[in-house]
């Protein structure tokens, strides 16, 4: 006599269901509401919208900014998580609490902490405004609230693949004759490279919509440092709601795009050193 095993959330079926009806109420329904809102424009009027110097102007400070961001997250996080990792040292409780405070800390709290140290008469801005460079209400202060933001995405990410990874496999190919670089590129990356673009990809996604801490460093000037979702507030304001939801469905597309783009060589790439 063969006896069921009991599980404890209920059967497939029923399991589903309250996925797909959660999924729907909280993501698929509203990201429709988006697009049908833009029917009430014409291809034309949508186009002249999304299109304008304006609008343009914030979407390459949007997506260039948040990729530049990703991109530094992705080494610093990665240095940030192997010290976590593979050092013991004093206050590495603390270190790795920190690690955590962009997640904590309102962004708009994150945003005016930011401008008050790089602003020309910050902590940090008074000594860099001498120098010619200029962090608070220019792209670059856009660039350090989103890496700000972004950096716990890679370290988390990272950090419990490097925990598991076996120090014997270094060992291993240091008995070989490799030397620490060809260590690390031809052992150490290949086992982590998922786990970064995991991070990376979240880092990214996160930059993207990052509203809060942005909008008080940056400046908010038209065609220099002017985000995305600074524009589409601005139409809401205006009680443009088409114009808000047209910004907003191109820049789902392009973010999609980009996060299926980044998945796909997460696949391939983890295919790839799998098969080996």
């Known amino acids: 006599m063969t006896t069921r095993k009991k599980h404890l959330l209920p059967g497939f079926g029923l399991s589903l269901g309250y996925t797909l009806v959660y999924l729907s109420l909280i993501v698929l329904i509203p990201l429709a509401a988006v697009f049908l809102r833009t029917t009430e424009l014409s291809f034309s009027e949508f186009w002249a919208v999304v299109t304008t110097p304006r609008v343009l102007a914030t979407y390459r400070l949007t997506f260039g900014a948040s990729l530049l961001a990703a991109l530094i997250n992705l080494v610093f996080g990665l240095l940030t998580a192997w010290v976590l990792v593979r050092y013991q040292f004093y206050g590495k409780k603390i270190l790795d609490a920190l690690v955590d405070l962009p997640f904590a800390l309102p962004t708009a709290v994150a945003g005016i902490s930011l401008t008050a140290i790089y602003a020309p008469n910050g902590w940090l801005g008074q ?150």
């Open 127 to 276: 000594w860099l405004e001498p120098h010619g460079i200029k962090v608070a209400f220019t792209p670059l202060g856009v660039v350090v609230a989103l890496t700000f933001i972004g950096l716990p995405f890679v370290v988390r990410t990272v950090q419990p693949v490097l925990e598991d990874f076996s120090t014997e496999l270094e060992e291993a190919a240091a008995s070989l004759g490799a030397n620490r670089w060809q260590t690390f590129f031809k052992v150490i990356l290949p086992a982590i490279w998922p786990a970064l673009l995991t991070g990376f990809s979240l880092a990214f996604a996160r930059a993207v919509g990052e509203y809060g801490s942005v909008i008080f460093i940056a400046g908010n000037m038209p065609m220099i440092s002017e985000i995305t979702p600074l524009m589409i507030i601005t139409k809401l304001e205006q009680y443009d709601y088409a114009g808000a939801t047209a910004i907003a469905v191109v820049m789902l597309v392009i973010s999609f795009a980009l996060l299926l783009l980044i998945n796909l060589l997460q696949w391939w790439s983890s295919h790839r050193h799998g098969g080996k």
